[in-house]
């Protein structure tokens, strides 16, 4: 099994200024944001957002139609429930928080399309609490390298990557293994040849 040191010596090196690749401005864009890119690439919500957040601030996307929001995030997908987790959202913070993304895990986890991984992103990145955020790149990664199973769901892999990695770590190894999932160890065609962890990986001695 792969020491933490070595996965996180790697990462350092080839990922050493990891950070989240969604575009904001506030602590409301952040969350909105990480809600929209649910089935969805970051570069895609970035143009999405980049007009959304023209247009409206969060009193606006409170007072906005339904139909004014969905026209925007269409190409987000599920844009009819991702338009109502949207507008819901807005209301709540700024009924609940005057408008301020609390650091409260239980609130936000209460708020519509917003579940744990969401929630790690926007803690990890506002807050700089401690956080593995499990996407489809961390988790085809971790099962891959041997870190966690295929059969495990994505908070019993978060869990298994919290005890295997220290603590202090734990936010910048997420945004690393996303940036590492996203441009190296791909779903389709993956850089095997290239990659400093080969010696290390299922898929790759599998293949071999």
Known sequence: MMKSELLINILNT???????????NTDYELLIATVLSAQCTDKRVNEVTKILFSKYNLKGLANANFKEIENIIRPCGSYTKKSYYIKTIAERLLQDYDGVVPNNREYLESLPGVGRKTCNVVLSN???????????????????????????????????????????????????????????????????????FKDYCKEYNKKK
């Open 14 to 24: 080839l990922y050493p200024d990891a950070r989240c690749e969604l575009l904001y």
């Open 126 to 196: 506002i807050y700089n609490v401690p956080a593995i955020a499990v996407d489809t790149h961390v988790a085809r990664v971790s099962v891959r390298l041997g870190l966690a199973k295929k059969s495990d769901d994505v908070y019993k892999i978060e869990k298994k990557l919290m005890r295997k990695i220290p603590k202090t770590n734990w936010s910048r190894i997420h945004h690393q293994l996303v940036l590492f999932g996203r441009y190296n160890c791909k779903a389709l065609k993956p850089e095997c040849s290239s990659c400093l």
